[in-house]
């Protein structure tokens, strides 16, 4: 199981971002796929979790209604749409793994994960 997440970048306060979390090894299509996000002092924090293509996505508070996550299984990416960006959403981005089966129970908790990619940095700054 491989993850890379990419799409970070600088953006001013009100921007908007699309990150990409492309999969390799393994069937996406029977996997759920978590964004969480990490900046210096923090804990790891859930953002956002997509399962199957028949689940509703979960979003944390913080960036519900300004995140969005989708998914292209037959292209193996899952997308995190990033809209209206503030300077508290500065930090690096990962995307992280675990099969369906598991269904949605603790989505937000980084040790519900068993793959993570790289990370990928996100700067909101004017």
């Known amino acids: 199981v491989q993850l890379q997440a990419s799409g970070g970048g600088l953006v001013q306060p009100g921007g908007s971002l699309r990150l990409s979390c492309e999969a390799s090894g393994f069937n996406l299509a029977v996997y759920a796929i978590g964004w969480f996000r990490q900046s210096p002092g923090n804990e790891r924090e859930g953002l956002s979790y997509?399962?199957?293509?028949?689940?509703?996505?979960h979003y944390a508070d913080s960036v519900k209604a300004r995140f969005t996550v989708s998914r292209d299984d037959v292209k193996k990416i899952v997308y995190l749409q990033m809209n209206d960006l503030k300077s508290e959403d500065t930090a690096t981005y990962y995307c992280a793994a675990r099969h369906t089966m598991w269904g949605d129970r603790g989505w937000d908790k980084s040790y519900a994960y068993d793959a993570w990619g790289q990370g990928t940095q996100v700067t909101v700054s004017s």
């Open positions: 997509i399962g199957n293509s028949e689940t509703t996505p």
